[in-house]
């Protein structure tokens, strides 16, 4: 019995560890919004409470019984390890390797699951294309991102002749320019983003996207732009670019959007936040 215990603790340590190791090496903005951080935070401290309750409480000569009488069921050891497999390799692996940022990859599967553009109709066409470009970005409360007013950013790009994509107005411009696209054709834009393709993509087109994070990567999506030209020929998917150019109007399958006609294009290194927080503090 004191053994278990012992291992329960370990493992219960070993969780609080991981979460620490993720917080001092900024990895945990890879996994969570930085909302989130408090209650993570409070886990890392409850669990390593917890730890320590388990391991003290290992000691035979500091246990307490209640009454003498052994009130757990008896596992055989085989089916002991495989419970303690179960959690022990996630905190071994968590602690050993690094964590990825999610990239086209990730992006191309999560858009098929929404859209069919392999094959779909065109109600899941409009779909994707909600998701992918920021069609329905007014799902997502404007409230809940502090930083950017809607209406003033959005007469503040009206009156402007180039238009700055920036982590605090992300998503605004994007629903902004996506709704006045009229408004919008021929204003220079620069953007910053991954370079991404659908399969019927033509080497000069590629949406130009970051991933929008809400509360962890579980629900994280895709928005960026269309855009297009020669330039685009040397890079290949996953690279992040700078973009600038004229903002267009194009049709693709059946859905006017807005395209980039680029004008300049500069390789640049991921950003240390690759991802868009939505409603961050």
Request: glycine share 6%; hydrophobic share 45%.
């Amino acid at each position: 019995m004191s053994d278990n215990l012992f291992l329960r603790g370990v493992i219960l340590l070993g969780f609080a560890l991981f979460m620490f190791k993720l917080i001092v090496t900024g990895q945990i903005q890879q996994l969570v919004a930085p909302k989130m951080l408090p209650f993570l935070y409070f886990a890392m401290g409850t669990l390593f409470i917890l730890s320590l309750m388990q391991i003290w409480r290992s000691d035979d000569k500091k246990q307490i019984a209640c009454c003498g009488c052994d009130h757990h069921e008896r596992r055989s050891p085989f089916q002991s390890s495989i419970v303690y497999v179960i959690f022990v390799v996630p905190v071994l692996t968590g602690l050993i390797f690094s964590n990825q940022v999610l990239d086209s990859s990730v992006a191309a599967k999560r858009g098929v699951q929404l859209s069919g553009l392999s094959g779909g109709d065109s109600s899941s066409d409009d779909e994707f294309f909600a998701q992918l470009f920021g069609n329905e970005i007014e799902e997502v409360p404007i409230e809940k991102r502090e930083k950017v007013d809607k209406n003033q950013l959005e007469k503040a790009l009206l009156a402007s002749d180039k238009v700055v994509f920036t982590k605090e107005n992300y998503l605004e411009a994007l629903e902004i320019i996506h709704n006045n696209i009229e408004h919008f054709v021929g204003k220079e834009v620069e953007l910053t983003g991954f370079v991404y393709r659908e399969p019927d993509f033509v080497k000069e087109k590629a949406v130009i996207a970051r991933f929008v994070i809400s509360c962890c990567v579980a629900d994280a999506s895709v928005y960026g732009m269309l855009a297009s030209g020669k330039q685009l020929n040397s890079i290949v998917n996953d690279e992040w670019v700078k973009v600038t150019g004229i903002i267009k109007r194009t049709n693709y399958k059946g859905n006017v959007l807005p395209c980039i006609e680029i004008k300049g294009i500069n390789k640049i290194k991921q950003p240390n936040e690759p991802y868009i927080y939505d409603g961050s503090l």
